[in-house]
Structure formats: C-alpha cells, structure tokens
C-alpha cells in the first residue's frame, strides 16, 4: 500500500479516536466536577496522578514492542517476533504482581501522605486500591496492542477505544444521576479499558498465529529488548515527572481544591494535544519499517512532514485557546475558575514548541536512537520537579506551572530540533523553513478573525463558543486547501486536472 494512502488511514482513525475521546471529556469533566466538588473532583485527579506512575513500571517495554514488531514483519522474522511477545508478557506478569503487593501494602496509607478531608479518607484508600490493582492487571494485557501498533492497525485500536469510551460516558453519567459517587465512577473508568484489551488480544491472535511457551523466552532476546527499553523507560519517567508531579506538589503543598484549580488550565491543553499524539502514534513503526529497510530518503521527508502536520494541527489550536480562553473556561466549568486562564497560557507556550516536534521524538524511538533524548528529557524533568517545589511556596499554582514551563521550552528550543537535524544531516534552516513557516503564516488570518469576532461578542454558552471557532476553522481550513494545493505535488496535480477539465468544459 503507497505509504501516504497508509498514514492518511492511520491518522484519520486516531483522529477520530481523539475526536471521541475529546469530546466525552470537555463535557464530561464539568458534570463530574459539579457532582463531586472541588475536594472530590481534586481526590480524583489526585489518585489518577499518583497510580500514573506505575506507568514507569513498563521499563518501556511497549515501545520496544512496536518498534520490533514492525522491524519483524519488515523483515519476515517470524521467530524473533515470537521471542520479543513472549519475552515482554512474561516481564509484565512479573510486574503486574509486584506492583499489586506494593498497591495493598500502600492503600493503608495514604492518608497520612497526603492532605486529604477526614471524610474522604477511607474513599481515598479504596479509590487508590481500585484503579492500583486494574492498572497492574493492564500490564499483561497491553502486549497486545503494541502488536497492533507495530502492524500498523490503528484503525482497529482506535474503533475499539472509542466505542469503550462512549460507553464509559453513558455510564458514569447514569451513575452520577442516580446519586452514585467517586467510586462508582472510578469502578467505570477502569474496568472499562479491559474489555478494550479483549478485543486487542482477539484481533492479534487473528492476524498473526502467535505461541506462548517458556522455550520463547531467553536471556539474548531480553537482553536485546532491555538494551532498547531502557532508555525508553528513562523518558517514560521523565514525563512522569514532568506532567504528573503538578498535582502531587500541590497535594502535598496546598490543597485537593488546589489541584483543581490547577487541572482546568493544564486539562485544556492536555486535550487540545491530544490530536498531536494522534498524529505522530504512527511515526515510530514508518520510522522503524524506512531504517530497517534502510530508506534514508524517506526517513527525512518524515520527519520534516511529520513535524510540518504537526504545526498545522498545533498552531491553531494554541491560537483559539489564547484567544478564547477565558471564554472557553467560563462556558465549559464557570465563571468562579477564571483564575485557571492564567495556568492555561503558561504551560501552553512550552507545550506548543514541544508539541510541533512530536514527530522528532518518534523518529529517534523508531531508529533506537533515543538515547540522548532520555537523558535530557530527566535533566529536564529534575530540573522541573525542583523549580516547581521552590516556586509553589512563592506563587502557589501559578509558579508550579512556571516550574513545569521553563524547563520545557529550553529542551524544545536549544535541544530537540539540532539534534534530530543533524542525526538525519537536514539542514536546520532548511527544516525549520518547510515544516514550520508555512503553517505559522497560515495563523495570521485566523488570529485576524477569532480577535475580530471577539469584539463583537462575548460567547457565554457553547453554541456562541462554537459559532467563533467554527468561523476561525473555516478560515484556517481555506488557508490550509490553498497550502496545499500551491505546495503539495498531490495537490499541485489536482490543480492541473482540474483546470483542464474547465477548459475542456469551454472547448478550449
């Protein structure tokens, strides 16, 4: 299948995956909030943070699994295939019961860890106990969708999560109706994503014969999959430190309401990347696939059509939340979370210069040359985690996101894109004019008009919220259709037969 046709696949199911996903949680978010209160709501957002780190668990073994399983079909090695799943189920078993003795153990107390209210303690235990143990059983489980990933099957992992999420919403909303509380939803959100996993394990078995026996696994094939992993697994805990240490300071620093306060900003742009991550999922096994066919020319148009995607997708959106910001927080939680405007715009500016090099990252991960990128990213991560305890007991919520901001932007100002330029000898004018140019160009007409409307009129409900964006979208999107069809050779070419068919329409 031509390369682009297959990335266009991918990308629109992970698009709509993220579409589905953003959608259930704008609106679903508010409602909880409500229900909950600032304590409960903070309790959630608390809990989800701390068992978030058991993410560091996976050592990186997921990213490995796509990178191999990709450079195995590539090159037909279908017993290196076999010795890579099996190895990474059996180090996921082990972790899955490790962890879950350490979740028991810890359920006892954190009470006395944390601020919590009096009257929410015995839920904070349960609450923590819950979501610990589903997370260690996903470890296992998880394989399967690396797999899926590495086959480039996007499509069926993105269908299958987005019909579990809708089902998810329906479900907590008729159990916050009916009264239920913070662990009914709990109980939803994370039993949910193992039918998910069912599915994954069926499709996998379905499409490629797989065995399981203790003969698969050895000591070459884990020492292979750990020398990948593990610098896979340093950037895993980087990131872990770098977006899940906010609520955790302030938890410890401040206040469960805090937190709140803090999430509405950092949720917003949370959501807003999420079609970011959409995009670049797919980078990894293409990058894989072009090194393990050793395809240098093709590696480069990636990356710097990757990240070009990546900034027409990441621009706007930054535009519309600067612009429209406060309306969106007072239209989407209340007008009493305002103060949230200001958390929004310091930690967007650094997530939009990390953001439009989302597919630097998965290129370095796919050639397994990310090794640097791990040791940064800590350093980054260290540093983060230093400034924000320091600026927390000066500005409170505000100099948290301070502590997580700068960091962030030296890392993707001075680091990332030589790096990468360089590994792959583009030249970095050369890269920062194609991929980054034209998409900044196209933003000036829609912050013309989003500022224009903004003028005329307040937006104070979603319909006058959606009225705005959708006129800035349209504008945006005619900018976009221009781009490509002045630049693109695909579109350059629907140009000229479009133009022959008018004047063969006038017999000219």
């Not at 508010?30 to 560091?56: A, M, Q, V």
């Not at 590539?74 to 059996?90: M, Q």
């Not at 094939?221 to 895993?236: E, P």
């Amino acid at each position: 299948m031509n390369y682009k046709i297959q990335a266009f696949k991918n990308v629109s199911s992970n698009w709509f995956g993220v579409a589905i996903t953003l959608i259930v949680g704008f609106f679903l978010s508010p409602f909880i909030l409500h229900r909950l209160g600032d304590e409960g709501f903070g309790l959630w957002i608390l809990i989800f943070s701390l068992t978030g780190y058991y993410g560091i668990l996976d050592f990186g073994i997921s990213s490995s699994i796509v990178k191999y399983v990709s450079e195995c079909e590539s090159t037909g090695d279908r017993e290196r295939l076999l010795r890579i799943v099996n190895v990474s189920v059996f180090v996921y078993t082990c972790v899955a019961f490790a962890l879950s003795i350490f979740v028991y153990i810890s359920s006892r107390y954190i009470e006395f860890i944390f601020r919590i209210p009096p009257n929410l303690q015995h839920t904070a235990r349960l609450l923590f106990l819950m979501v610990g143990l589903t997370v260690a059983l996903g470890f296992p489980l998880s394989v399967f969708e690396g797999i899926l990933q590495g086959l480039q099957k996007f499509y069926f992992v993105n269908l299958t999560q987005s019909v579990v999420t809708v089902i998810r919403g329906i479900l907590i909303l008729l159990a916050l109706s009916h009264g239920m509380g913070l662990l009914a939803v709990a109980f939803i959100t994370v039993v949910l994503p193992l039918f998910s996993y069912a599915a994954f394990a069926w499709k996998v078995l379905h499409t490629i014969p797989l065995q399981f026996g203790r003969r698969f696994v050895d000591r070459a094939t884990f020492r292979q999959v750990f020398n990948y992993s593990f610098f896979s697994f340093i950037s895993v805990l980087a990131f872990r430190l770098r977006f899940q240490t906010d609520a955790v300071i302030i938890g410890v620093m401040l206040s469960s309401a805090a937190i709140t306060h803090f999430s509405i900003g950092s949720k917003l742009v949370s959501y807003s990347f999420l079609l970011v991550g959409g995009l670049v999922q797919i980078v990894t096994p293409m990058s894989s696939h072009f090194d393990a066919i050793g395809d240098r020319g093709r590696l480069k148009k990636l990356f710097i059509m990757g990240n070009g995607i990546c900034a027409l997708t990441v621009f706007p959106i930054s535009i519309i939340l600067i612009v429209l910001g406060r309306s969106v927080i007072d239209v989407w939680v209340g007008p009493q979370y305002q103060s949230s405007y200001v958390i929004l715009v310091i930690l967007l500016i650094p997530s939009v210069l990390s953001g439009i090099q989302g597919s630097s990252r998965q290129i370095l991960y796919g050639m397994g040359r990310h090794q640097v990128l791990a040791l940064v990213n800590v350093s980054e991560a260290a540093v983060n985690l230093t400034l924000s305890i320091i600026l927390i007991r000066y500005w409170g919520i505000v100099g948290d996101a301070i502590g997580t901001a700068i960091p962030l932007a030296l890392t993707s100002i001075f680091f990332l894109p030589v790096y990468v330029c360089r590994m792959l000898q583009v030249p970095l004018k050369d890269f920062l004019s194609k991929a980054y140019l034209p998409p900044l160009v196209l933003c000036a007409p829609l912050a013309v008009t989003l500022l224009f409307l903004q003028r005329l009129f307040h937006p104070h409900n979603y319909l006058q919220l959606a009225a705005q964006v959708a006129a800035g979208g349209v504008v945006y999107g005619l900018c976009v259709v221009w781009l490509f069809l002045v630049l693109e050779p695909m579109g350059l070419e629907v140009r000229l037969k479009f133009r022959l068919y008018l004047l063969q329409a006038f017999g000219r």
